[in-house]
């Protein structure tokens, strides 16, 4: 499938289902236009790479990729084991940033930057 700028229909699905979902399915892309998708995890992953994400354009598999799904749990604080019961944490707690990826499917040959 060649990028002649021509605006295609994309579609997203995923295997392992239930494992994550995705906010959006179906996206309609031209040329070098990209779009973000938010995946929730539903489920830790029971072996690695065992979610897979397939992106389809006119029936044709245009690009995939592999995702482990984890669970990290932190302790609600983290001292020395020399830290006095009373003192505060010296890293005070705070939101924790999103984590972001990029994915870039090769199509016909070439890829996307």
């Known amino acids: 499938m060649r990028n002649d700028a021509t605006p295609r229909t994309i579609t997203l699905s995923v295997t392992q289902i239930g494992a994550v979902t ?3 399915t179906t996206l309609v892309l031209g040329g070098d236009a990209g779009a ?4 929730t995890p539903a489920a830790v992953s029971h072996a690695a790479n065992d979610v ?3 992106a389809m354009a006119d029936g044709v598999a245009v690009g995939s990729e ?3 799904v984890v669970s990290v ?3 609600q604080h983290i001292r020395n084991a020399d830290t006095p ?3 505060p944490d010296r890293i005070p707690p ?3 940033p999103c984590s972001t990826s990029k994915s870039s499917p090769t199509c016909g040959g070439a890829t996307s930057p």
């Open 22 to 24: 995705l906010d959006q």
């Open 36 to 39: 973000t998708i938010t995946i």
């Open 52 to 54: 897979t994400i397939t």
């Open 66 to 68: 592999d995702m482990t």
């Open 73 to 75: 749990l932190l302790p």
């Open 85 to 87: 019961a009373g003192m």
């Open 94 to 96: 705070r939101p924790l």
